[in-house]
Every structure is written in structure tokens, then in C-alpha cells.
């Protein structure tokens, strides 16, 4: 099976589970999110990485796409601030493409592959990709599909991660490939500059994002345990496996990036 299909069903599958659905509250993020604003949960702060990525733009009108939707959560919290006639949302994954419809009534949701957008230049004044980029082949071709289909003046926000160069190794597995392993943050942003993006900012956020996503990570069963939702046996066994994802995040990310840059 081609990697980047084996990658989806990981995903359809891996969303799909209860666990992990009560990890995120049942509001369909699959994201680390954004602690630095007092999130109290999960949920709160996957929400709060999309309200922070938003901010960045400099308007918030017009028409946006939402790249790599997952199931949608995103693409709902976009309709707080854009009709649903502004929204487009795109995902590789029919299952999730399926499931996003649901979530954000009124949005166009169309299955898509990000390197290959099906929309005429100059559609979007604003394109916005949740955590998803460092999985296109190639991060580089899905940044010039979206200054593409930026109209001039329009923007581009994203949160995307810089793994570790050992990561090479196994990038195969994670479904990262390995032409989006940049070994520093300058040569990451050259990127946006060789294609003429202007005003390119790159944060770098892995306290704010990866960081507290692991904290929370760690605590969550004894959390879930204190509210009488998993048993003692079950808080234990699980925050074992928590513990061993947080460390695994831990070991093979660099930074966790928040990015913006304007098409002139
Ligand atoms: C970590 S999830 C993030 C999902 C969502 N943005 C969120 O924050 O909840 C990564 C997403 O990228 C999608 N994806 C991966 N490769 C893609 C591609 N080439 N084109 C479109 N979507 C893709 C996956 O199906 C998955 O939904």
C-alpha cells in the first residue's frame, strides 16, 4: 500500500476511537492545540490553536480553505467567524471528508489532496492548515499550490512541525516524507520567501503547543479517574501509554511552528 494512504487509514482509524475521542471531548480535533491561553482541556486548547492561527490574519473576511480538515473541528470553529458560504474545507480522506460535512453545515467539504488543489488561482483570501503540512508530499508543493490560490493581499496560516533530523529514519512510518525534514527553522521559513510570500513569521510555539499537549497528555487518566470516568487499574495502565506517546512526541520534534506570510 502507498504510504500516504497508509497514513490516512491510521488516521480514519485512529480518530475513530473511543479513547481518543474522549481525549478531545468529542469535538473532532486530532491536534495539540494551544495551552498558552489557559485551556483547561484538550478540547479547549485544540480550539484555541485555530482562534490563535486566526488572529494572525490580518482580515477576517472574504473566503477561506481549510487544508487537511481532519473531521472538521476546525472547519466548525471557522463558521464562528466566516458565513458558511466562505469556507471551503479539503481532506485527502473520504471517511473524513464524510464526517466534516456533518460538522460544519453549510461549508463547501471536498476530497482533496493538498499539493493538488482543484480550485482557479486566486480563489481564497485567506488559507488556514491545522498540524497537517509536514505530511504532504511535499510540504514545498502544497505552500505554492496555497500562494497559488491566494488572491493577492491574501494570507496563509499554519501550524506544522520540524521533526528531528533522526527522524529520517523512521519517516516511513509516521508519514512524514523526507524532503519536509528541514534541519533548522531558517531553512524552513526560506521556503515561504523563495516562493514570494512577504511578511513570512515563524514562531516557534513547542512549549505553548507540544509542550502542554503532553502535560495534559500525562495527567489525563488520573484526571479521568478523579471524575469517576476510568477506574484506578485503568488510570494506571493508561497513563503508562500516555506517558510513552508524550516522550516519543518529545524525542522526534524539533518545533512546533506557528506560521503566517501574506501573497503581495
Ligand atoms: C494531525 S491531523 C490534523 C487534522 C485537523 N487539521 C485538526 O487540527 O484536527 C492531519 C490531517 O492531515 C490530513 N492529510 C494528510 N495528508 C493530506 C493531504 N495530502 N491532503 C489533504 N489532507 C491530508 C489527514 O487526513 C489528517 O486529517
Redesign the pocket.
Known amino acids: 500500500m502507498p504510504k500516504?494512504r497508509m497514513?490516512?487509514r491510521i488516521?480514519d482509524r485512529a480518530m475513530k476511537s473511543g479513547k481518543q475521542r474522549r481525549y478531545y471531548g468529542g469535538s473532532?480535533?486530532?491536534?495539540f492545540g494551544y495551552w498558552a491561553t489557559g485551556a483547561a482541556s484538550q478540547r479547549e486548547a485544540?480550539e484555541a490553536?485555530v482562534d490563535t492561527l486566526l488572529a494572525r490574519l490580518p482580515r477576517k473576511d472574504g473566503s477561506i480553505l481549510d487544508?487537511?480538515?481532519?473531521?472538521g473541528?476546525?472547519t466548525r470553529r471557522l463558521l464562528l467567524s466566516y458565513p458558511p458560504q466562505a469556507v471551503t474545507a479539503?481532506?485527502?480522506?473520504a471517511a473524513?471528508v464524510a464526517t466534516t460535512r456533518q460538522n460544519a453545515p453549510g461549508a463547501t467539504v471536498l476530497q482533496?489532496?493538498?499539493?493538488k488543489l482543484a480550485f482557479a488561482d486566486e480563489s481564497f483570501d485567506a488559507v488556514i492548515?491545522?498540524?497537517?503540512a509536514f505530511?504532504?508530499?511535499t510540504r514545498a508543493a502544497f505552500l505554492a499550490e496555497a500562494f497559488r490560490v491566494l488572491k493577492p493581499g491574501g494570507a496563509l496560516v499554519l501550524s506544522d512541525i520540524l521533526f528531528r533530523r533522526f527522524t529520517s529514519g523512521i519517516s516511513d512510518r509516521i508519514?512524514v516524507p523526507k524532503a519536509n525534514l528541514f534541519p533548522d527553522i531558517p531553512s524552513y521559513r526560506a521556503q515561504f520567501d523563495e516562493l514570494g510570500f512577504k511578511d513570512v513569521i515563524v514562531e516557534d510555539a513547542t512549549d505553548e503547543c507540544l509542550g502542554g499537549f503532553r502535560r495534559n497528555l500525562v495527567a489525563w487518566p488520573a484526571s479521568e479517574h478523579r471524575k469517576g470516568a476510568m477506574s484506578l487499574t485503568m488510570s494506571f495502565s493508561s497513563t503508562a501509554v500516555c506517558r510513552l506517546i508524550a516522550s516519543y512526541f518529545g524525542a522526534i520534534t524539533k518545533a512546533y511552528l506557528l506560521v503566517s506570510a501574506r501573497k503581495p
Open positions: 500516504d497514513m490516512v488516521y473532532g480535533f486530532y491536534n485544540s490553536l487544508v487537511a480538515c481532519g473531521l473541528a476546525s479539503i481532506n485527502i480522506s473524513q482533496m489532496d493538498a499539493v492548515c491545522v498540524e497537517a505530511h504532504f508530499g508519514g
